[in-house]
């Protein structure tokens, strides 16, 4: 994967200046970085001049293919950045899984912020040829493995895009190492453990396990414990450590405001030198900074998706994963990334924002049907999870049987395969295998052009 490291003169005068403005540590830590103190800093602060720091940066970093063109932060566009945590440890060459997923956004005309916390076994399509459906955790590694365009990073982009309709214009990836690193560069934080932590498997970097025990209360952490303690899940679980991450984020923040970072920002980056890559140009951080520092820390909000808003199942496989409730789902992501957007700000289709299951079931004698079909709604960016026979041969009208509310893909199907308002039927229920299934009737063919 190639990184983007920015040099020392730009990060000093970033963080003396304005703001330490993204920063992910160990797949958890996620923020944007004591507001409260870079305001009072940013009216007196005597800044370098911009365009030579500009000048001397290295070169820009590969763009990642995405959905979602740059934001033009200065007329007012939300800003959304996904933040990766993997497990990569010395001497692997990957690829990754992510232990962490995290969507940072900001809006410039708000001046508010937030984090959306997916669950590293939530059950969606990874949209590649070939993917199918997976945890969302397994993206970086295929993108990764499979060589996809712009690797691991671009398709959990491209995944989070397709799953929730939520643009993202940059991503930031650190692995543990660096969570550990940032919270002894702070020298530590402070967390009011609520519950005692007992794991007697936690996993170490070795492979192995170890007993790990936090008391409740009042604890001082340094980068190794804190790292521990957003981690640990096996005597508690997900959505308890999600909720262990945002307090990392938090007690982060308040240290940076204690310990007056901005006045060690030398020292500071000397130990967080190549603690994590992103492919954000340093000229959208310096369009972001003087915008991003008047965010007030009770204008963030953090959110999980939980298990008010997906469902535990068990798999054929005998896998066990979180099965998304789409509709609270998309109720949490409107609340947290709805904002007035410039007339020029370009939104996700509502195909994309569906993200519709389909299976194909050949009514017909003529084999090979389904397989022409699956190959034509793949060209045309769908996810077709499964294809098969139908019960019955003898269908001389195509029909469409919608099982989950999918009205824009539904109206692209009925289109593309002729099907009469009379041959749509609708079977909503909660345990189903697919959101819209169709049966090809004696009516279809492949288009010419496939």
């Keep these: 994967m190639q990184q983007k490291r920015f040099p020392m003169n730009f ?13 992910v540590c160990g797949g958890i830590l996620a923020g944007f970085y004591f507001f409260d103190t870079i305001r009072a800093y940013t009216a007196n602060a005597n800044l370098p001049n911009v365009s030579a720091i500009i000048a001397d940066l290295s070169a820009e970093p590969v763009v990642v293919p995405t959905v979602a063109p740059p934001p033009n932060v200065a007329a007012g566009e939300r800003i959304n950045v996904l933040l990766l945590g993997i497990d990569r440890r010395e001497g692997e060459e990957g690829p990754w899984r992510t232990d962490t997923m995290i969507v940072a956004t900001f809006d410039p005309q708000t001046k508010t912020a937030g984090m959306l916390s997916i669950p590293r076994d939530l059950y969606v399509p990874i949209p590649a040829p070939g993917a199918g459906e997976n945890r969302i955790n397994t993206a970086n590694f295929y ?82 414990i804190a790292l521990k303690y957003a981690r640990s899940r ?50 959208q951080i310096l369009a972001l900074a003087p915008t991003i520092a008047q965010v007030r820390a009770d204008n963030i909000k953090s959110r999980s998706i939980d298990l008010s808003m997906s469902y535990e199942i068990r798999l054929n496989t005998g896998a066990d994963v979180l099965w998304p409730d789409r509709e609270k789902i998309g109720a949490l992501i409107q609340e947290m990334f709805s904002s007035k957007q410039p007339a020029s700000a370009v939104s996700i289709s509502p195909l994309k924002a569906e993200a519709a299951r389909i299976v194909i079931l050949n009514g017909t004698h003529k084999d090979g049907l389904a397989a022409m079909a699956k190959r034509y709604l793949n060209a045309n960016g769908f996810n077709v999870v499964q294809i098969s026979n139908a019960e019955k041969r003898d269908y001389d009208k195509t029909v469409l049987v919608d099982l989950a509310d999918k009205p824009a893909t539904l109206d692209w199907l009925a289109q593309r395969f002729n099907v009469e308002k009379s041959n749509i039927r609708r079977n909503q229920t909660t345990e189903r295998d697919a959101d819209i299934r169709i049966i090809l009737g004696q009516d279809w063919a492949p288009p010419l052009e496939q």
């Design 11 to 23: 990060l000093v005068w970033m963080l003396g200046g304005m703001a330490f403005t993204m920063f």
């Design 234 to 283: 096996k005597s508690t679980s997900d959505f308890d450590r999600s909720k262990r991450q945002m307090q990392v984020i938090l007690a982060a923040r308040d240290k940076a405001l204690k310990i007056n970072a901005i006045a060690q920002a030398p020292q500071l980056l000397a130990q967080l030198a190549n603690a994590f890559e992103t492919d954000m140009p340093p000229q």
């Design 143 to 224: 993108g990764d493995s499979s060589k996809y365009p712009g690797g691991g990073p671009a398709l959990a982009r491209k995944t989070v895009e397709y799953n929730f309709a939520i643009p993202i214009h940059y991503y930031v990836l650190v692995d543990f190492d660096g969570f550990r690193r940032l919270i002894d560069a702070l020298g530590g934080i402070d967390i009011d453990v609520p519950e005692a932590i007992d794991d007697p498997e936690y996993p170490t970097e070795d492979y192995g396990v170890m007993h790990l025990q936090i008391p409740a209360g009042r604890q001082h952490m340094n980068g190794d």
